[in-house]
């Protein structure tokens, strides 16, 4: 301003002045004198203005290039800092005994790690950076106001002294109340979470108003934290903002007085104004950042508290694996003491002795004795008197390695993760990664110099993490034959049988079985005609219409695989609508929803949501009901002037509509003549635009998206004929045991989900599947307490023999209630008023033992 605008630079008539000219004058005690680095540009008035100008954008260009490496930095540091935490915190969850655990709530855990280290992360990258550059900032600014004028600077400095020392402590209660209002919400959510796991509880008893009236108490006094929050939080705000206003009264004030008097330049004071502009940001975002260090301490003392060794107990060690031999020779147990969670003596100075490997029935009618020591030898309990000895081994000191692999122990109660059945079985084969997949090796090198960075794990879970040979196996198509045969022994291969039948099929994956589909089809229809059976299955024909199927899927003569064609998506899909309007369809099939809008009103009027008929009549859920009839009335003033979107919600009606199934007499010979004659105008429509939402059916070939029964149908079975389905099931099961496909038709059964805690099982299916993962790889030891408690005793009781029968060089330790099954263990362990006494059975009636991990016969025709 002083020497462009003024013309400072262009005193005594100069017509052009230097710039960019750098010279460095030296002080007196130097010698003085000066050094010229560079003479500059002699420019005008306007390349003077111009030229300042352009220097003070470059540098605010430069300015924010420093900030955005900077931010960009402080983001990878703390996101990886957050991996860190988040990846040592779920390893130390890991370590805790399950009886550790137990003590504290498995959401308000999952909480910790998910959320409340996220602002912890976060503050990483900004700890150290952020106060040296707000620092620097606020510095710069401060020197040179005081290089304008000192006085004016130390006017500054005495506001900034001021913020720094009060707000930080006015802000001490908000550290407090932010705790409050942390423990606070991680209640909240432990308790939204017991709601949730105990719903079922919650519908039996009818406690909604008292969990409403828990909750909503729960937020009130959330909400009360929070206006106190906010109440100390503004008003501190007021009184920065307040003080930061402060100083530019001054300025003006004191500047300006300073001005009229001469002493300081019009330029100078300008320069102090604008460079205060750039002084109260940087100390505003200083005490919030010491406000945010604050914070992110009482959250960092939260989190360590909730895992403190003191809280939850000693952490299993987490050590190499020394050995890994057989767990074999003499269990000797002396002096053996377990207590109650009462502190009751459950058992007291106790001794047995056995030789392994060996079968053992551990019997305590009434007493928990039997299901405690169960539990010990499984390392389930780490705290108990005396010592247990394997061989020269002491239990307690085996490595967590060496227990996972060489002892199973199946619950009462057992545990399955999401995903498919097969996941599950092969759980406790991932000991370690055996070698990486091509896809992986590409990846590597980035994923592991992440990994390094933060301290996560160099393994994906893309490796092969199955030993095959140590489980004497060859591939995974060996692997899944023997779970197909365990599955067998303890009588699920029925279940997974169906399950393959409703699965799909990969033909990557079941290629052999892929190729065979159209000839176990081929076979199946002609079985069907020489025995008389044709109608029990009414077949995809492409000239004719299906009364066993809906009328979208005759329309679309295939099985839809993207959204946009399932369901109510495809009555509003272009494509779709296009090709039915050109076939003459709309206007009849909407008709048609209007018959059925009218029907289905009148049969749900005044019934209960629950109702059966909602189920049986599936077009118009109960909250829909006030929709469709609000439309009916409007179309019976308005006639046939319809909105697409009520046409739309029309024509989704007869779309799901069977006329086997819903009997309504809405299908006549004509409507079904033109549905049928809409195929292939649908599919030409569909191809010419490239869609492909829809796999069409194909006599000669098998559609991946249709279930492996309607492959092997190519077809619906016809409800109308007594006994049809049972009929078809025994004509099924007979092709695929001539084919000899039964193998493949479980390994797809083998992909069947379990869904969320094995939910999409029924409690039988999952301790199949219990046993099966404990069987599969192959244990030492296998403890089995309650495990059978889902079946009848007769299905039991086959089960067990079927155990004793597989288990060759391997121990059984079982938990009864009573004698009735003791006789079929070598050994019988009683517990009676703290003290165990084993003795041998006199004859054990046990089956000859079979290989232990060879396939048993074929339970084809069971299946049938």
Not at 357 to 369: D, H, Y
Not at 467 to 473: A, F, K, N, P, S
Not at 543 to 564: C, H, K, M, W
Not at 590 to 611: D, S, V, Y
Request: negative net charge.
């Amino acid at each position: 301003m002083n020497e462009a605008i003024q013309g400072e630079a262009f005193k005594d008539g100069n017509a052009t002045a230097p710039f960019l000219q750098i010279h460095i004058d030296w002080p007196q005690w130097l010698g003085g004198g000066s050094l010229h680095l560079f003479d500059g540009f002699q420019v005008g008035r306007v390349g003077l203005l111009l030229g300042l100008s352009s220097l003070f954008l470059f540098f605010v260009v430069v300015n924010n290039g420093f900030k955005y490496w900077i931010n960009l930095a402080k983001g990878v540091l703390g996101e990886r800092m957050l991996r860190r935490m988040r990846f040592e915190l779920f390893a130390m969850v890991l370590r805790f005994t399950p009886e550790a655990l137990r003590t504290v709530k498995s959401s308000e855990t999952a909480t910790i790690i998910k959320d409340e280290v996220e602002p912890i992360g976060g503050f990483i990258g900004d700890a150290f950076i952020t106060p040296v550059l707000l620092g620097m900032q606020a510095l710069t600014a401060l020197v040179f106001i005081m290089v304008q004028n000192v006085w004016l600077g130390l006017m500054a400095l005495g506001v900034i002294a001021v913020q720094f020392t009060i707000i930080p402590k006015l802000r001490r209660e908000l550290l407090r109340l932010g705790k409050q209002r942390q423990l606070a919400s991680r209640e909240l959510a432990g308790r939204i979470g017991e709601v949730l796991d105990g719903i079922e509880v919650v519908h039996v008893h009818n406690a909604y108003a008292w969990e409403r009236a828990e909750i909503g108490g729960r937020l009130f006094g959330l909400f009360s934290i929070r206006l106190k929050i906010y109440n100390r939080k503004f008003a501190v705000k007021f009184l920065n903002n307040f003080l930061s206003q402060v100083t530019p009264f001054l300025f003006y004030a004191i500047g300006g007085y300073f001005a009229l008097r001469g002493t300081l330049d019009i330029g100078q004071l300008v320069a102090v104004i604008n460079a205060y502009r750039e002084l109260p940001p940087p100390l505003k975002e200083l005490i919030d950042w010491d406000q945010q260090r604050l914070d992110v301490q009482v959250k960092y003392d939260q989190v360590t508290q909730h895992f403190a060794e003191e809280r939850l107990g000693p952490m299993i060690e987490s050590q190499e694996e020394i050995e890994d031999e057989p767990l074999a020779g003499p269990l000797v147990a002396e002096g053996l003491s377990i207590s109650g969670p009462h502190g009751d003596m459950i058992i007291e100075d106790a001794s047995f002795s056995l030789e392994l490997p060996t079968n053992v029935a551990m019997i305590s009618p009434g007493s928990p004795a039997a299901s405690i020591m169960a539990r010990v030898l499984a390392r389930r309990v780490p705290n108990f008197g005396g010592r247990i000895c394997i061989g020269d081994r002491e239990l307690v000191r085996l490595p967590p390695a060496v227990v996972g692999r060489r002892v199973a122990y199946a619950g009462v109660d057992p545990i399955l993760f999401p995903g498919s059945i097969r996941d599950n079985l092969i759980y406790g084969l991932r000991f370690r990664p055996m070698g990486q997949t091509e896809e992986d090796r590409r990846e590597m090198a980035q994923r592991i110099a992440e990994a390094a960075r933060t301290g996560n794990p160099f393994e994906s879970i893309s490796d092969c993490w199955i030993d095959y040979e140590r489980v004497g196996l060859k591939d995974e198509q060996d692997l899944d034959r023997v779970l197909v045969t365990l599955l067998e022994r303890v009588e699920m291969g029925e279940a997974i049988y169906l399950f393959g039948l409703a699965g799909q099929i990969d033909p990557e994956r079941h290629t052999a079985l892929a190729e065979r589909v159209v000839e176990a089809r081929r076979r199946l229809q002609e079985n069907f005609r020489s025995n008389g059976m044709a109608d029990l299955v009414e077949p995809f024909d492409m000239g004719r219409y299906n009364e066993q199927a809906t009328v979208a899927e005759n329309l679309l003569f295939g099985v839809p695989i993207s959204d946009e064609f399932m369901g109510r998506n495809l009555a509003d899909n272009p494509l779709f609508r296009s090709a039915i309007h050109r076939a003459g369809l709309t206007d009849k099939l909407t008709r048609m929803g209007l018959e059925i809008a009218e029907t289905m009103t009148e049969i749900f009027q005044g019934l209960p949501p629950g109702h059966s008929l909602f189920a049986q009549f599936s077009f118009i859920g109960a909250e829909e009901l006030p929709e469709f009839q609000a439309i009916l009335r409007r179309q019976s003033r308005n006639g046939h002037n319809l909105k697409r979107d009520e046409r739309t919600r029309l024509l989704s009606l007869p779309l799901a509509y069977v006329e086997a199934k819903h009997r309504l007499g809405l299908l006549d010979d004509e409507l079904r003549q033109q549905v049928v004659e809409a195929r292939s105008l649908i599919r030409e429509t569909l191809e010419k635009a490239d869609a492909t939402g829809v796999e069409f059916y194909d006599p000669e070939r098998i559609c991946m998206a249709a279930p492996l029964r309607d492959n092997l149908l190519f077809g619906r079975v016809n409800y109308q004929v007594a006994d049809a389905r049972h009929r078809v099931a025994e004509a099924v099961a007979a092709v695929v045991r001539e084919l000899d496909l039964l193998e493949d038709v479980a390994r797809i059964g083998l992909d069947h989900e379990v869904g969320a805690a094995g939910r999409l099982l029924s409690p039988q299916e999952r301790a199949s599947v219990n046993l099966v993962r404990c069987l599969v790889k192959r244990p030492d030891i296998l403890i089995i307490d309650g495990a059978l408690a889902p079946f009848d005793e007769e299905r039991a009781h086959r089960i067990l023999q079927a155990l004793l029968d597989h288990l060759e060089q391997q121990s059984l330790f079982m938990v009864l209630s009573n004698d009735r099954q003791a006789d079929a263990f070598d050994v019988q362990m009683r517990f009676s008023d703290g003290r165990i006494v084993t003795e041998k059975a006199a004859d054990p009636q046990r089956r000859a033992k079979t290989p232990a991990m060879e396939p048993a016969p074929s339970v084809a025709g069971e299946v049938a």
